[in-house]
């Protein structure tokens, strides 16, 4: 069975100080990772796609990897502002639904 | 452009009402989706589209219906509603399948009384 597991399930955080947040799969044949960002009572905001082990893609302080297994999500030096639940999804096998985690809150305060 | 956009953004519901809710997107995508987020579940697919005209299931499809009449609308009704559909629920689209990405709209928080 196709499955999506995030951890932590909650991140606290100073400002400044940089951690990982980690997303682990299991499905056959990997067409595409992928990050969310969800702010309190919005919807979804895309980050990024990674589409083969050994990828790596960056924005602003953010930098998205991955392996065969899993991937990493790493905050470089937080602020306030980049409080929110992050979500990791991989497409079922059909290739049609993506099948999500249940996310990592990160809260980080100055 | 307004990307996704969902009608309502909250409605309360007694056991036994319908509802439909509406999903409206301006990127001419050809897939469009329907999920459900619930506390400590993660979001789960209800139905969702390949393209005008058509409709399929996908985890959780009971008590839903769903229909995509236009290109541009996607339609979650709700037949009798029951409190285990409590839950906020999210539309989104893409250009296609898998990997292309999928953006979502603001969510319609639903409550059944």
């Known amino acids: 069975e196709d499955q999506v597991t995030q951890s932590p399930e909650a991140l606290r955080l100073q400002e400044g100080e940089s951690s990982s947040l980690n997303c682990s799969y299991t499905v056959s044949g990997l067409r595409g990772l992928f990050w969310y960002r969800q702010d309190p009572g919005k919807g979804p905001e895309f980050l990024f796609t990674l589409y083969s082990a050994g990828e790596e893609k960056e924005k602003e302080r953010l930098k998205a990897t991955l392996t065969k297994k899993e991937s990493f999500l790493h905050i470089t030096a937080p602020k306030p502002e980049d409080s929110a639940t992050y979500l990791c999804a991989v497409h079922d096998q059909a290739g049609t639904a993506l099948i999500f985690g249940k996310g990592t809150t990160l809260s980080v305060s100055s | 452009n307004a990307g996704v956009t969902q009608t309502p953004k909250f409605r309360v519901l007694k056991t036994g009402q319908s509802m439909t809710l509406l999903c409206a997107q301006d990127?001419?995508?050809?897939?469009m989706y329907w999920y459900r987020q619930d506390p400590g579940m993660g979001l789960r697919l209800i139905h969702y589209s390949v393209g005008e005209g058509t409709t399929a299931k996908g985890e959780v499809p009971d008590g839903y219906n769903v229909s995509r009449l236009k290109k541009q609308n996607f339609l979650l009704g709700l037949e009798s509603a029951a409190p285990s559909q409590t839950s906020v629920y999210f539309c989104?689209?893409?250009?296609?399948?898998?990997?292309?990405?999928?953006?979502f709209g603001p969510g319609t928080r639903l409550l059944v009384l």
């Open positions: 989104a689209s893409s250009y296609g399948p898998t990997p292309e990405t999928q953006y």
């Open positions: 990127m001419n995508h050809e897939y």
